[in-house]
């Protein structure tokens, strides 16, 4: 386990393998969006948008960017450029089956929450498939009577968390992390996926372990 792990902004040449990891995350559901659309989210706010490497390999992602409170991204549409808005939409979030349960959801999320910075003031997400139990764990709370499109499957909900003002880091830095990685946070599409341990002084309040994905999110 001596590889090197790192978080990083997308390249274009990323595309391929994030449509991969989302197709295998999200198959046999109305959730996969495919490259087209994954990387038109990417382009509306790239400063919130990163890959995980471990060694060479992409084995995760997270793509994140301003929302109204809520609305949600249509799965079936290109998104269009980026709105104005003090609310950052966590939408999507997976890591690769064989690397889940290192803590590697947590990661990102911590990686997500320091980008932020002081630049937004809500977290946004929708909790697909019966997840809403494990984000309340991370400090995110059920917005009732706000209506999730169809596409994101029943049982979906809406939720948001607030975010303490921080520094903003940007799209340029890269976090390098030795494997394995350990945190106590975690947070989005957002699915299931087996422990991730951690000890870290994230601004993100520590919950139960897993690390599901979020839209959405698989981690």
């Known amino acids: 386990?001596?590889?090197?792990?790192?978080?990083?902004?997308?390249?274009?040449?990323?595309?391929?393998?994030?449509?991969?990891?989302?197709?295998?995350?999200?198959?046999?559901?109305s959730l996969a969006e495919g490259r087209a659309v994954l990387?038109?989210?990417?382009?509306?706010?790239?400063?919130?948008?990163?890959?995980?490497?471990?060694?060479?390999?992409?084995?995760?992602?997270?793509?994140?960017?301003p929302y109204p409170m809520f609305r949600s991204p249509d799965l079936a549409r290109a998104e269009?450029?980026?709105?104005?808005?003090?609310?950052?939409?966590?939408?999507?979030?997976?890591?690769?089956?064989?690397?889940?349960?290192?803590?590697?959801?947590?990661?990102?999320?911590?990686?997500?929450?320091?980008?932020a910075g002081s630049a937004y003031a809500h977290l946004s997400l929708i909790a697909v498939e019966g997840k809403?139990?494990?984000w309340a764990s991370r400090g995110f709370r059920v917005h009732e009577g706000i209506a999730v499109p169809p596409d994101y499957g029943d049982n979906a909900v809406y939720m948001s968390r607030a975010l303490p003002a921080g520094r903003s880091t940007g799209s340029r830095e890269v976090d390098v992390f030795p494997c394995p990685v350990s945190?106590?946070?975690s947070g989005a599409r957002s699915w299931p996926s087996p422990p991730c341990s951690a000890s870290s002084a994230s601004s993100t309040p520590p919950g139960p372990p897993g690390c599901p994905p979020s839209k959405r999110g698989w981690a």
């Open 39 to 65: 990387r038109s989210r990417g382009q509306a706010s790239p400063a919130t948008c990163f890959v995980l490497d471990v060694g060479e390999r992409v084995t995760g992602y997270v793509l994140a960017l």
């Open 1 to 29: 386990m001596g590889r090197d792990l790192r978080i990083r902004p997308i390249r274009d040449s990323d595309w391929p393998e994030i449509a991969a990891l989302e197709a295998v995350a999200y198959a046999g559901t």
């Open 183 to 185: 945190w106590t946070t």
């Open 132 to 134: 809403a139990t494990f």
């Open 80 to 115: 269009q450029p980026a709105v104005h808005s003090r609310n950052l939409h966590l939408h999507d979030m997976v890591v690769a089956p064989d690397q889940r349960g290192r803590g590697l959801g947590s990661t990102l999320l911590h990686h997500l929450t320091r980008t």
